[in-house]
């Protein structure tokens, strides 16, 4: 909730200059770039890297949640274990200790990969609610449909949880463990 929330609001510029907007702010770009001239964002799904911007605070919680790892597919492990590698290689994830822990939960997707998620259910019941403006799904549809639009497009931002800085102090809450390693998000 955190991730899309935050993308809804802001702009983002790319290393070579391009302004990327999500939601409806999208719609309302002020150059249209073919495709062939964008930059390759998703050529490789596990380079993530953080984004540019400013640590997010979330909201503390003063009861530790240690939940231990659930059994996990066989053919999850080797996959798994190579993406952790490559976050703790980006600086997207790093080593810790810490009285929280979620399990890991490897999804298979469609296209015979594996996809990396954590069970953050006990953090999530403990945690106090954010209080965010969600916006009104016919409102949406109405205002997608008021633009003078021939193209609309949508992209897999599935790795954006992963992208967004926590700060410092609430870190050790987003703690998991994998293969007797405990890391958590950067």
């Known amino acids: 909730m955190l991730g899309i929330v935050y993308l809804w609001t802001r702009y983002f510029k790319d ?11 999208a719609l309302e770009a002020e150059e249209i770039e073919p495709l062939s001239s964008l930059p390759g964002l998703s050529e490789d799904p596990s380079v993530v890297g953080l984004l540019r911007v400013k ?3 979330v909201p503390n919680t003063s009861t530790a949640v240690h939940r231990w790892q659930y ?3 066989r053919d999850s492990l080797v996959p798994i274990h190579k993406l952790i590698r490559q976050l703790e290689g980006q600086g997207v994830i790093s080593r810790t200790h810490s009285p929280f822990n979620s399990p890991i939960w490897p999804v298979w997707k469609s296209n015979g990969e594996w996809r990396l998620s954590v069970g953050y259910c006990g953090l999530n019941e403990v945690t106090l609610p954010m209080s965010a403006a969600m916006p009104d ?3 949406l549809q109405y205002e997608l449909e008021s633009k003078a639009a021939k193209w609309y497009a949508t992209i ?7 992208s967004i800085p926590l700060v410092a102090e609430c870190r050790a809450q987003f703690a998991f463990t ?5 890391y958590t998000w950067n």
């Open 178 to 182: 994998w293969r007797g390693i405990q």
């Open 55 to 57: 640590e997010q605070q």
């Open 156 to 162: 897999d931002i599935a790795n954006a949880f992963f």
């Open 15 to 25: 290393p070579k200059g391009y302004r990327w907007a999500f939601g409806i702010a």
């Open 71 to 73: 059994r996990t597919n």
């Open 137 to 139: 799904m016919l409102e």
